[in-house]
């Protein structure tokens, strides 16, 4: 019975050690890190357009004074605030997670997918670019 079970954690442990995504290049790493990095530089650069036009519009609306009293509420209440250590500490938990979810994804794209549509894709973000650039700057 003891050697059905050695020889079955062999074959599960060579299994998983079959289905390991390969590593991804440094310089596929090095370019998705600039892409997000400029991604997250266009989304707050609008956010932060978008929140210089709509306040100066709301100062003066009753609607505006009562929505900055529920947030000042919310931000005071014990159940919210425990709620927001919960969410924060499991997004931490699930870091790494993440971390190794998208190594393992950037593998698989660069040793099966990159050979046959990276020249595609990215001459497609290339294209993307300028437009980008007009409606979305990433500097202000």
Same mark, same amino acid.
């Given at each position: ?38 991604? /997250?530089?266009?989304? %707050?650069?609008?956010?932060? =357009?978008? @929140?210089? !036009? #709509? ?14 009293? /529920?947030?000042?509420? %919310?931000?005071?209440?014990? =159940?919210? @605030?425990? !709620? #927001? ?56």
């Amino acid at each position: 019975m003891s050697a059905k079970l050695v020889l079955a954690l062999i074959v599960a442990l060579q299994v998983s050690m079959c289905l390991s995504a390969p590593e991804p290049d440094k310089e596929l790493v090095d370019k998705y890190e600039d892409l997000k990095a400029t991604f /997250y530089k266009r989304l %707050l650069n609008a956010y932060n =357009k978008a @929140q210089a !036009a #709509v306040v100066p519009l709301a100062e003066g609306s009753p609607q505006a004074s009562m929505v900055k009293e /529920y947030v000042d509420s %919310l931000q005071g209440d014990p =159940k919210m @605030q425990s !709620a #927001v250590k919960v969410i924060t500490g499991m997004a931490g938990e699930l870091g790494p997670a993440v971390d190794r979810a998208r190594a393992g994804a950037l593998g698989v794209y660069g040793e099966y997918l990159r050979p046959y549509i990276g020249t595609y894709l990215d001459t497609a973000i290339q294209g993307l670019k300028p437009m980008l650039d007009v409606v979305l700057p990433a500097d202000e």
